[in-house]
């Protein structure tokens, strides 16, 4: 370390001629900090270690090539693929390369290349000599400085240091420890186009040689000129700086290179380029032309992708460009107009956006809870709810300085908000969350770091694109404003108004103004603005010869048309002007503007009877006066200042109405995520928060509600009496009496009819865009905990000696499988690479009984649970992730368990396996939601190709576990990212806004978190998130990639390459992304968050720390200087580094002219503790109710308390008092969660036994009673007695749940429900009788009526009705298809009292298909509502097929003809049998087509006189029983194709025999004697549930194997006639 000095001594020849400046100390020393370095001052000291650098560069080159013995052992192996390396040469001058080139067209010409010549293009020589010729050269390697990004040979294509190569052979070569995978890929320098890209070409064209000559013609379009404009809107490609004469001309042939008329042939191709770029189509010659124009977009090869990656400005500011240039003087004015905005003016609600409430009542960093308390106090009490004027007058600076900073520096919020905070900290309050603490250590200098949301930057930025949008917009009319001058001339009389209209645009601060002076604009000089645009169409064309600008036709309004007729002459007598009211409506005497008015001296009639004759068009005096009427109105509706009094009463007093419709009436229950918008009345648009509206807009868009909104009729006549106030004449007249009939009709027609209706509809407008915000900050709010977390860290044995950061943390992932595919388990190493996977399809089977060992399946999973075992033994993972995901259920717990126990046994028996730095291994869920969705993108694809589907989804499942900010940075990067549901009305947002969502959270994180480069080049998975670094994108992280695996040792040294060396990045885009980019190698400060512009400050904090001499260490040697900041960063110097006062230092550099960046130092301080510290938050497992909700897919909507659902019977529990078992009934939702249904929950009456009531299979509607949600056990506790169903029950609910929100009525409304036309008497008997039916269901139709009202509804639609059979009975008539109906019979049971009126009441119980139920309520929530689920199940099963029995049977035989081997077979609605539906099916090589009928229950799906509950488990048996089953005889029968039974079901019975598989289950195992039901319901023999279907025979049956454990996956079926398989149709 240098020598230390007095500290007054330091620097003070650089000094002597000032004052000595601050302290920088420990309490009492005085240092005096020298003035700042430069920013290209990143290093210190001499070059002495270049030497050591290069020999560091050759052993990484060199480490990276295999032996010669391992390239002879895999030529004795007969190993293809691999190509020797050869000997590169030194690269030659110029004129060498001449005489190369020419030497080898003269003797090639135009042959195509050999598979040597290709091999030697693409993988050049060998290393070894390029490093001995270095060496025997050394003076010229130094001399010539290498610029990469930029070399064009082919031979220089090779990537020595891409781990991304596919190896064939990468499994077992032994490397040494660091050594990397043989280098194979094709490494790309041509600009633009990537690595990836060149080696797909090569590996489908072979010779990429002409490939290569086409970009180098690109790169010459300049002198080429055969580029045209291509497909895109760019103008033309841009020209490289250097261009490659050997490679463009490689295939030219023997005069490639003396061609005496070339300049001729060029000028001739500059004019067909020309013809064709204005043609708008691409040169003939064109590169374009080998590729498709969507291929060249998508892998961003256009001229607008290379201008982007070459342009020194970063790449997301270059594509959302500002649409007017920025200005500086302008940018005090544009930042009071944004903290305006932000503060609410303007808004419909009239209250601060979400950044305006930040900057009130946000937390700021270091603030304490008191602090806060008080501000926020003052701010309510004192200030009004607006900002104290010293904080506004900050704000605004700290606006106008990032719209500076943003525009004219180029810098984006990121870099901004970490490296220079204290020129915008006004505006980095937040939310308490992200705010750090106020330190707690004794020199207040250990900052708590969190990671931030910069929500009012970004705000601050979205209302500067809508003000660059405003000023755009004001210049245009501006223009037009112009034109119409130039067109009027100068004595026009309308040039007083035009001028005052026209300064009123140039002063306009909000677009409403805009949008009233272009309303009057358009008025009154319409025809004007057509001619100026027209002249200047045309002039365009003379200036350029292009074709004519579009110029829309004149649309001659009404006005325009009364107004050409001289009509407006009328006004002045009229005596009423616009103006006049806008005076009078904005003043206190409503009279002021019409107090000096003169009554006409004559009557309407007569004035208007002037107009009246052939030449006008009027026939009488009327038709004038109304025409006048409506010039006046006209001219009301478009006058600014009436518009905008009329638009703060609109604003303020607007309401909204909303009801549901019949269809919402039935959706939306009091728990439906639009519930609460359900039926609000009254509402005025000012009092909408958050996403309600929107949420409002999606159930009036889906049809579930209707909307209104408009002012109130007493708003209006309010209105219109203030308006006639100030608008009507004050005499008493005849004669004014008559013209004020005329001004009230224009105010009607103006303000009422027109401008209330407009201005309304734009306030709708205005707070729906408001409404999209808030969704599109509810889904960053969702997306930030997903990202924001930090990885999954181990608890460390002893943290003497480790730390977290130190542990290469090894996870194995687990994905469940049904067992095809099978359950997978990945092994990645710390880099998230896949090293190993393991596929166990027996693992995740629940073991149950106390034999459950001993069976074949329990046999299986040991064997599984063996091989998981000694995986996890050879591998040693530090944790095992687990896919929790709502497509496995609750299998994802039997594979925890399994993991679990693997754990176990490798504590017991192989501790030595736990890795050295844990105790043990732990196991946990990891949500699979964003897993799922990256396993299946196609960047897995490419990367993982060889591998299956769900390895690819393990291996994303453990690197989102270490990663998540990767994952989620490439789901946003490839697009599939816009699929993830972050929220119920993210509908409302294009694909662009969503993916706008994850840029934003994104680019927060990244920036802050930082991204180490080293590890995006060497692990391609990883670059995606290099895209969300300040400064970079796609294009250029991609280019950054690129250039450093391409330079020496394929790796960053320093921060400083990229720009320095490699030229890859200009100064601005790396000042952004510096402090971002992590790279750990000697220089030790670029794997900090230090910004390179604070190296200077950071040597000089280290020196006054440590007592060194800062000039010394300046000087010093490199190792020197790595030492001493070593030395800094130890922890046993932290409290010399805590006693600094940062505070004088930063007031002695602001006053050296370098700014107030006292923030920023405190930031270096801390960063110097902890180097690159991760801020993020702690990682934490699953909550009980998140992994519910993981393992269900259910939501707070779906399921909750008093939600009615729909459940299956599967278990009838009989009582055990001596066990303490209570009679209840075992079901099972939609969603897989297990419910529970007590004996005294089933009915309001007693039930003597469960079978009275249900039956297993059978589906019913049940409520989920209160606190009846227990998540950790994942049971739910319901109730389905008819009172519990009832309408009433679930009316009290939604009083409970939303009867104190404001403006939400309970009152049901008209048109709510359906209410039957009233028909006419006719004059015959009616076929039924009138019923006095109360349900919303009934209506007192006919059959056919009943049938016409339901034809427009939806299928599955039922309705009630009065039976032909008299009072006794109901029917239930449903629409089973288009144009077809079912009718059901409902037997009714003992009626209320007696007499003729009770007859005609409802009676009870009643009897549905031999079921009893209590009320019409049950019988739809027990009968009609499964029913009808499974009619809706069958249809839109994928085997559904539309069309008559004809059609599908053909449809069957073309499939039998395409595909010979398959036995195809679909369902279809039976046409020839209403209400059932048919299994047609192909079963032999005949290709006759088979049918069997299938009917429709409330329990499922009867056919064979079985039932299913499901439509797959009835076609899994049907393919095991393809036939339908005879009698067994004695002597069997021979084959014959079998006779199915027609409709009706009732036959069934009597002609088909019972199945075989009865006698096969005579006496079930044990775990399947259960409760057996009734005869009346007609269930077949149970089953094991994970088997083949409900009513199959069992599945050990046929396999000679014991049947297999619940849960468990269910076996392959063994194959029909071997060889032939059902094929999906």
Not at 126 to 154: F, G
Not at 287 to 304: C, D, G, N, Y
Not at 1082 to 1108: C, G, M, S, V
Request: aromatic content about 6%; some cysteine; proline content about 7%.
């Amino acid at each position: 370390p240098p020598p230390r000095a007095p500290p007054s001594h330091h620097h003070h020849h650089h000094h002597h001629h000032q004052a000595p400046p601050p302290p920088l100390t420990h309490s009492s020393v005085v240092v005096p900090p020298p003035r700042a370095l430069p920013v290209a001052l990143t290093h210190f000291g001499d070059d002495s270690d270049d030497d050591d650098e290069d020999d560091k560069r050759r052993k990484k080159r060199k480490a990276m090539e295999l032996d010669e013995d391992d390239y002879d052992l895999l030529e004795d192996n007969l190993v293809t693929g691999f190509t020797r390396k050869e000997k590169k040469k030194r690269i030659g001058k110029k004129s060498e390369k001449d005489k190369a080139a020419e030497k080898a067209a003269k003797k090639g010409g135009d042959k195509p290349k050999t598979m040597a010549e290709v091999e030697r293009d693409l993988f050049g020589g060998s290393d070894d000599e390029e490093l001995e010729e270095e060496d025997e050269d050394d003076d010229v390697s130094k001399e010539k400085k290498i610029k990469p990004a930029v070399v064009k040979d082919e031979k220089d294509f090779v990537d020595y240091d891409d781990e991304d190569s596919e190896d064939e052979f990468a499994d077992f070569i032994e490397r040494e420890e660091g050594e990397g995978p043989r280098p194979k890929k094709i490494k790309s320098h041509v600009p633009g186009v990537r690595s990836d890209q060149l080696q797909d070409a090569f590996d489908i064209f072979g010779d990429v040689g002409e490939l290569q000559a086409m970009f180098a013609q690109r790169d010459r379009g300049d002198d080429e000129g055969d580029l045209g404009e291509g497909f895109d809107e760019e103008s033309e490609y841009e020209t490289d700086e250097e261009e490659d004469d050997g490679v463009a001309l490689e295939d030219e042939g023997d005069d490639a290179l003396d061609r005496p008329d070339k300049k001729k042939k060029r000028r001739r191709r500059r004019k067909t380029s020309a013809r064709s770029a204005a043609a708008g189509r691409p040169g003939r010659g064109s590169w374009l032309h080998a590729f498709e124009p969507s291929v060249v977009r998508e892998q961003m090869l256009t001229a607008k992708d290379d201008e982007i990656r070459e342009t020194d400005w970063p790449e997301r500011m270059q594509l959302d460009a500002r649409v007017t240039p920025f200005k500086k003087e302008d940018a005090a004015a544009e930042a009071k107009w944004i903290l305006d905005r932000l503060m609410g003016v303007g808004s419909v609600r009239d209250a601060p956006t979400f950044g305006g409430e930040l900057l009130l009542r946000g937390w700021a960093d270091d603030e304490s809870q008191d602090e806060h308390e008080d501000r926020v106090r003052n701010i309510e009490e004192n200030e009004r709810g607006n900002l104290p004027k010293e904080e506004a007058e900050a704000a605004e600076a700290a606006i106008a300085d990032l719209l500076c900073m943003t525009h004219l520096e180029g810098l984006e919020i990121a870099f901004i908000a970490q490296n220079l905070k204290d020129r915008v900290a006004p505006l980095l309050r937040g939310r308490r969350d992200d705010s750090r603490p106020p330190p707690r250590d004794s020199n207040l200098a250990v900052l708590e770091r969190r990671v931030h949301r910069r929500d009012v930057l970004h705000e601050v930025l979205e209302w500067d694109k809508r003000h660059a949008r405003m000023t755009r917009r004001k210049a245009e009319l501006l223009r037009k404003f112009g034109g119409v001058v130039e067109v009027l001339g100068d004595d026009h009389p309308d040039l007083d108004e035009l001028a005052a209209l026209m300064n009123k645009c140039e002063d306009a601060r909000a677009e409403e103004t805009l949008d009233d002076v272009e309303a009057k604009l358009t008025l009154r000089f319409d025809e004007e603005i057509h001619q100026f645009l027209t002249s200047e169409a045309k002039g365009g064309i003379k200036k350029s010869g292009a074709e004519s600008t579009h110029v829309r036709p004149l649309n001659r309004t009404a006005y325009a048309h009364h107004r050409k007729k001289g009509l407006r002459d009328l006004l002045p007598m009229y005596g009423a002007t616009p103006a006049a009211l806008a005076q009078s409506l904005n003043s206190y005497r409503r009279n002021a503007g019409t107090e000096n008015q003169v009554v006409p001296d004559m009557m309407p009639e007569d004035a208007a009877s002037v107009y009246v004759g052939e030449e006008t068009g009027y026939g009488d005096v009327s038709v004038v006066l109304k025409a006048l009427t409506h010039v006046a109105a006209a001219e009301l509706s478009v006058e600014p200042s009436v518009r905008a009094w009329m638009r703060v009463v609109v604003r303020r007093k607007a309401q909204v109405w909303t009801q549901p419709t019949p269809k919402g009436t039935i959706e939306i229950d009091p728990f439906h995520p639009l519930a609460r918008v359900k039926r609000l009345q009254n509402k005025p648009i000012s009092e909408f928060t958050g996403t309600e509206f929107a949420a409002v807009l999606r159930a009036y868009d889906e049809g579930l509600i209707t909307l209104r909104v408009a002012l109130p009729e007493k708003v209006i006549d309010d209105v219109m009496a203030e308006a006639e106030q100030a608008y009507l004449l004050e005499d008493v007249s005849e004669i004014a009496d008559a013209w004020n009939a005329l001004r009230k009709d224009a105010l009607h027609l103006g303000l009422k009819k027109h401008l209330a209706v407009s201005l309304t509809k734009s306030a709708t407008v205005l707070l729906a865009r408001e409404a999209i915000a808030e969704v599109k900050r509810e889904c960053g709010e969702a997306l930030w905990p997903k990202i924001s977390n930090r990885p999954w860290a181990p608890e460390i044995k002893s943290t003497e000696e480790y730390h977290d950061d130190e542990v290469d943390v090894r996870v194995l992932a687990a994905v469940w499988g049904p067992g095809t595919p099978a359950t997978t388990f990945a092994m990645l190493d710390a880099e998230g690479e896949l090293v190993d996977f393991l596929e166990c399809p027996n693992i995740a089977v629940r073991a149950a009984g106390p034999f459950a060992g001993q069976s074949a399946a329990g046999q299986r999973r040991d064997a599984d649970m063996n091989r998981l075992v000694q995986f996890m033994i050879e591998h040693r993972p530090h944790v095992v992730a687990v896919a929790a995901s709502s497509n496995a259920g609750m299998n994802c717990k039997f594979l925890r368990e399994a993991a679990r126990q693997a754990v176990e046994k490798i504590v017991e028996d192989h501790a030595r396996a736990i890795p050295e730095e844990v105790n043990t291994i732990e196991v946990h869920f990891v949500d699979d939601t964003i897993p799922a969705l990256a396993g299946a993108s196609a960047a897995m694809r490419e990367e993982l190709r060889e591998h299956k589907e769900e390895v690819r989804h393990a291996t994303c499942v453990g690197r989102y576990l270490r990663n998540p900010a990767g994952i989620v940075a490439a789901l946003a990067s490839g697009g599939e990212a816009a699929s993830l549901t972050l929220s119920t009305l993210q509908d409302a947002l294009t694909e662009d806004e969503r993916l706008a969502v994850f840029t934003r959270a994104l680019a927060d994180v990244v920036n802050q978190v930082g991204v180490d480069v080293n590890a995006c080049v060497a692990h391609p998975w990883q670059q995606k998130a290099l895209n969300y670094v300040a400064g970079l994108g796609a294009r250029k992280a991609a280019a950054v990639v690129a250039a450093v695996r391409a330079s020496d040792g394929g790796a960053l040294e320093t921060r400083a390459e990229l720009v320095y060396e490699l030229g890859i990045v200009g100064p601005i885009v790396f000042r952004n992304a510096a402090s971002s980019l992590r790279v750990v190698d000697d220089d030790i400060l670029d794997a900090t968050r230090i910004h390179p512009e604070r190296y200077a400050q950071t040597f000089e904090i280290i020196a006054n720390a440590l007592d060194y001499d800062l000039e010394q260490l300046k000087k010093a040697s490199k190792a020197v200087q790595r030492k001493t900041v070593e030395r800094a960063l130890d922890p046993e110097h932290w409290e010399k580094f805590a006693e600094l006062d940062l505070r004088a230092y930063a007031e002695y550099l602001h006053g050296e002219g370098q700014g107030w960046i006292y923030q920023t130092l405190r930031e270096v301080r801390v960063e110097l503790h902890e180097p690159y510290g991760d801020i993020r938050g702690p990682w934490e497992p699953p909550t009980a109710w998140e992994e519910f909700a993981l393992l269900t897919g259910e939501t707070e909507h779906s399921l909750c308390e008093g939600k009615i659902v729909q459940c299956t019977v599967r278990k009838l529990v009989r009582p055990n008092p001596t066990m303490g078992i209570n009679a209840e009934v075992l079901v099972s939702l939609e969603s897989g969660v297990t419910g529970k249904i007590q004996k005294e929950d089933l009915s309001d009456n007693h039930v003597n036994r469960l079978e009275d009531k249900v039956a297993v299979g059978q589906v019913i509607s049940a409520r989920v009673k209160p606190n009846g949600i227990d998540y950790e056990a994942g049971v739910v506790h319901l109730a389905c007695a008819g009172s519990v169903l009832s309408r009433e029950a679930t009316q009290q609910w939604e009083a409970e749940k939303w009867g104190r929100t404001p403006y939400y009525s309970l009152q049901v409304m008209d048109g709510e429900i359906p209410k039957p036309k009233k028909k006419k008497r006719q004059a015959s008997r009616p076929s039924f009788i009138h019923r006095n039916i109360n349900h919303p269901l009934f209506q007192n139709v006919t059959a056919l009526q009943a049938q016409e009202i339901l034809k427009t509804q939806d299928i599955g639609e039922v309705l009630l009705r009065p039976s032909s059979k008299g009072v006794t009975h109901l029917s239930l008539t449903v629409k089973f298809y288009d144009d077809m109906y079912v009718h059901h019979d409902i037997k009714e049971g003992k009626k209320p009292g007696v007499g003729h009126t009770a007859n005609l009441a409802l009676g009870s119980p009643l009897t549905v298909d031999g079921v009893e139920y209590e009320d019409l309520d049950e019988v739809y929530a027990r009968h009609v509502e499964p029913m009808v689920t499974n009619l809706k199940a069958m249809i839109r099963h994928r085997k559904f097929r539309r069309g008559t029995k004809r059609d599908v049977d053909q449809r069957l035989k073309a499939e039998m003809a395409r595909h010979p081997d398959t036995r195809p077979y679909a369902l279809s609605v039976s046409f020839e049998h209403h209400g059932v539906f048919c299994l047609s099916s192909i079963l032999s090589k005949s290709g006759n087509v088979h049918h069997e009928y299938i009917s429709v229950k409330p329990e499922g799906f009867r056919f064979r006189r079985m039932e299913f509950p499901t439509v797959d488990r009835m076609l899994a048996y049907f393919k095991v029983n393809p036939r339908a089953p005879v009698a067994a005889p004695a002597v069997e029968p021979p084959r014959e194709e079998p006779r199915y039974d027609a409709y009706p079901p009732s036959q069934w019975q009597q002609q088909q025999p019972p199945p075989p598989m009865q006698s096969q289950w005579q006496q079930p195992p044990p775990q399947y004697q259960q409760y057996q039901p009734p005869p009346q319901y007609n269930q077949p023999p149970p089953a094991p549930p994970p088997g083949g279907g409900w009513g199959a025979p069992p599945v050990h049956a046929y396999q000679g194997a014991p049947p297999p454990m619940p849960g468990a996956p269910p076996p392959m079926q063994p194959p029909y006639h071997q060889q032939q398989q059902y094929q999906r149709y």
